[in-house]
């Protein structure tokens, strides 16, 4: 009940999903908005199932070795480091336009 409850009131959850993917959709017409709408939610169902079984196989085995939980989290810092500059130079690129 306490991780539905973090996952639900989580706002960064709301970001990503509602604004984020969502308004890379605004463009569509109605049937392309049901056809994303269908791949983002089953990749999303997806990807949060993996992490489940992922988790619950190997999660306490792999992530009380220190050397695998920094290197966990030296990927994530690099990917979030890409998205963050990606992100930003498609911002420039938006306010260069007008």
Do not use: H
């Amino acid at each position: 009940m306490f991780t539905l409850g973090v996952t639900l009131l989580n706002p960064q959850v709301y970001l990503e999903m509602v604004f984020l993917i969502g308004a890379s959709a605004l463009s569509f017409n109605l049937t392309q908005k049901f056809v994303f709408l269908a791949g983002t939610l089953s990749a999303a169902f997806s990807w949060l199932l993996l992490l489940c079984v992922l988790s619950l196989r190997y999660g306490s085995k792999l992530l009380n070795n220190q050397k695998i939980f920094m290197g966990v989290n030296l990927f994530v810092t690099a990917i979030m480091g890409t998205l963050s500059v990606t992100l930003f130079r498609d911002f420039l690129a938006l306010l260069s336009k007008t």
